[in-house]
């Protein structure tokens, strides 16, 4: 079949040259530069594309960095007309399925489909009920060979599909209810409780501080509660790894008695932070939820947090286990309540 220009060969042809192997460190160089994105994308979702020429060498490999700028897709079929080998593209490879509809930008099945690409490897389905299947369809109609990660015989296949799941869980969970992913992270010292000795903020190690700030970067907003910010006035900033240029979080601070200073609330306002006080939980989520956030990472005291557990608000709890044995490490636990 000839589209737009091109003639696409046929099943056969792409089995036959493109060994799974290259197909899976492509995937996993996709989910790599989404991950890098994650927090910088809202409402968008992080995606990653990699092009392949024939022997599977890798042509680009691009995210999706921000709302409003090309798609994964896009940025890599642009890098390749930069490097001047786009008559060499053969396989595109993408963590989300293509979209097929005019948003912020054009679609990219119109983006591959004008290139000589003969194959789509995609790892996750498009969560948005509307588009659902659209892009994948729609390449297909026009006589490219269209698969999927968890079609493909690799013993590496099934924990990428998984990382590029949950790659995209907030974006599914927002379209698909209009609230956030919710994150919890809990720090439980040695003893099982929660709070820190007197005089101090912390006591988990620095490795699961660099974690914390991880959770932080890859969110749009922060929760937490008054008791949390009259006892430790947390700069909730990301700082212990390298945030997303000109990022701005929204924190919100529930609060039903008004015990929030307002010097905080200027000092957080001043580190870039849109802070909302409010005394509703799930009003607050709603309300996050139309503001675009994708991912709201709660980071309270027990008070909140068993509010949160309580009116069942949340999608994947961290749990950070300080170790009874001096000096061990912390151990990290991630409960995903995302569908397998
Ligand atoms: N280990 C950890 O992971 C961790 C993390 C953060 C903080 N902490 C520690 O936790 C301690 C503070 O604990 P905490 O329990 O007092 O703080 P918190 O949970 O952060 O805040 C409690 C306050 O949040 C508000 N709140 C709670 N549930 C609510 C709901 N359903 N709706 C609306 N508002 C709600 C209430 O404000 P009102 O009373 O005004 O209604 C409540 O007093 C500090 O010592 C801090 O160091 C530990």
Known sequence: ?????????????????????????????????????????????PVGCVVLDAQGVVLACEPHTKAGSPHAEAAAIAACRRAGNAERIHT???????????????????????????????????????????????????????????????????????????????????????????????????????????GHKTFTSPASLALAHRLRRRSDAIVTGSGCILVDAPAFTVRHVPDHAGKRRVLVILDRRDRTPVSYVKAAEARGFDVRIRSRLKDALDELGDAGVQEALVEAGPTLLRAVMDQDLWDEHVIIRQSPEAGAPDTVDVVSRQAA
């Open 92 to 198: 595109v490879v993408v963590t989300l399925e293509p979209c097929n509809h005019h948003g912020r930008t054009p679609p990219c099945v119109d983006a591959i489909l004008a290139t000589s690409a003969q194959a789509v490897w995609i790892a996750a389905r498009d969560p948005n009920p509307k588009v659902a299947g659209g892009g994948a369809a729609s390449l297909s109609s026009h006589g490219l060979i269209v698969r999927f990660l968890d079609q493909l015989d690799h013993p590496k296949a099934p924990s990428l599909a998984r990382a590029a799941k949950r790659l995209i869980a907030p974006f599914a969970k927002w379209t698909q209810s209009g609230r956030p992913w919710v994150t919890l992270k809990q720090a439980i010292a040695a003893d099982g409780g929660m709070i820190p000795l007197a």
């Open 1 to 45: 079949m000839t589209t737009l220009g091109f003639r696409r060969t046929g099943p056969a042809a792409v089995d036959s040259v493109m060994a799974a192997s290259r197909i899976v460190t492509a995937f996993r160089l996709g989910v790599e530069v989404a991950e890098a994105v994650a927090g910088a994308t809202a409402p968008n979702p």
